[in-house]
């Protein structure tokens, strides 16, 4: 009897994101590279790339038409981001079409109980509030970290108020504005998590430094490698 071969979850990241950065390299705009004549390190460099970093798996296509499409998947983490690119001797740099950011939106700010700080957070549907949380910051200059969870968020304090709270979805590195509390001993605060664009990244001009024929790109804290490939 075939024993059946395990396949990681990586693996399969992998594989599916090689097939959708193979299906965007072979569908440029026809008629844009004449439109966008590729100088001589656009020829060298456009290509497509796979990451290879521990508990990783994705891709970059860097298109002759200067048009670029990235994939990450990390852990709990999917990401993407289209646009354009451009390179010199020792760089490229990604600069991503207009993305509509997540927003934190207050919907209302009332006094609540004595000594207690409640926050309610409505998120869109199949997200789980536990991935959320607050910074709080006390009159007294010093601040803590609360986590959500599905009922939201009571912070039972004393002594010092807190001041202003910062919403935070730590999974994508979004921290929002900062919310000035009103002055009062209790607070009762309703938030609305507005997705938008989320795990779209907003490049800017980001830049990937070459390594011989590899690509380095620093994010998460540490350095991916994106290595060609061949479709």
């Given at each position: 009897m075939r024993r059946r071969r395990r396949v990681s979850r990586n693996s399969r990241q992998r594989k599916a994101a090689?097939?959708?950065?193979?299906?965007?390299?072979?569908?440029?705009?026809?008629?844009?590279?004449?439109?966008?004549?590729?100088?001589?390190?656009?020829?060298?460099l456009a290509a497509?790339?796979?990451?290879?970093?521990?508990?990783?798996?994705?891709?970059?296509?860097?298109?002759?038409?200067?048009?670029?499409h990235y994939e990450l998947s990390y852990g709990a983490l999917d990401e993407m981001a289209d646009g354009t690119w451009a390179c010199d001797q020792d760089s490229i740099f990604l600069t991503?079409?207009?993305?509509?950011?997540?927003?934190?939106?207050?919907?209302?700010?009332?006094?609540?109980?004595?000594?207690?700080?409640?926050?309610?957070?409505d998120v869109p549907e199949g997200m789980s509030r536990q991935y959320f949380s607050v910074l709080i910051r006390r009159a007294d200059g010093t601040g803590e970290r609360q986590q959500f969870d599905e009922d939201g968020l009571s912070y039972v304090f004393s002594g010092e108020?807190?001041?202003?709270?910062?919403?935070?979805?730590?999974l994508y590195e979004l921290i929002g504005e900062p919310i000035k509390l009103p002055a009062g001993d209790g607070f009762d605060i309703r938030l609305r998590?507005?997705?938008?664009?989320?795990?779209?990244?907003?490049?800017?001009?980001?830049v990937l430094e070459r390594d011989?024929?590899?690509?380095?790109?620093?994010?998460?804290?540490?350095?991916?490698?994106?290595?060609p490939q061949s479709i």
């Open positions: 090689g097939m959708a950065l193979a299906l965007a390299l072979m569908t440029a705009p026809p008629g844009a590279a004449a439109a966008n004549p590729a100088s001589a390190c656009v020829r060298a497509e790339y796979g990451a290879r970093h521990m508990e990783m798996g994705g891709g970059l296509v860097l298109r002759p038409d200067g048009r670029f991503s079409d207009p993305v509509n950011p997540p927003r934190f939106m207050v919907e209302s700010l009332r006094t609540g109980r004595k000594g207690d700080l409640h926050v309610t957070l108020r807190p001041v202003t709270l910062v919403p935070v979805l730590e998590f507005a997705a938008n664009d989320l795990g779209k990244v907003a490049f800017s001009r980001t011989g024929r590899n690509l380095m790109l620093r994010r998460f804290g540490t350095t991916i490698r994106f290595a």
